[in-house]
């Protein structure tokens, strides 16, 4: 199973910017998929989360400026950014804490999968 980030760039403050990250591999079902960052010299903090069902949580830093969702047919995350700051400016990385996959015997649970990782550049 492979997650790959795409989207990142280079933005004026006050612009948007839509990131994706699609899951690939024989996958049968992905749990909670969701975006993290981490900024230079500080700890990777969590942006937004989506569960399968739809229920979403976000970073206060980002309610209302952020959106989650995801397609579960494609096995995408998407995060859309809105009214971006420069304390924005970070790697997001996409993450999914289970993946279950058709393995040769049955299916396989695999857990804490993450994506390269995109960057977001916001300049003020």
């Not at 980002?62 to 995408?76: H, I, L, M, Q, Y």
Request: aromatic share 6%; net charge neutral; with cysteine.
């Amino acid at each position: 199973v492979q997650l790959q980030a795409s989207g990142g760039g280079l933005v004026q403050a006050g612009g948007s910017l839509r990131l994706s990250c699609a899951a690939s591999g024989s996958i049968v079902n992905i749990n909670t998929m969701g975006w993290y960052r981490q900024a230079p010299g500080k700890q990777r903090e969590l942006v937004a989360t989506i569960t399968s069902g739809g229920i979403t949580n976000y970073a206060d830093s980002v309610k209302g400026r952020f959106t989650v969702s995801r397609d579960n047919a494609k096995n995408t995350v998407y995060l859309q950014m809105n009214s971006l700051k420069p304390e924005d400016t970070a790697v997001y990385l996409c993450n999914a804490d289970e993946i279950v996959v058709r393995g040769v015997t049955g299916n396989v649970h695999g857990m804490d999968y993450w994506g390269e990782g995109t960057l977001v550049t916001v300049s003020s």
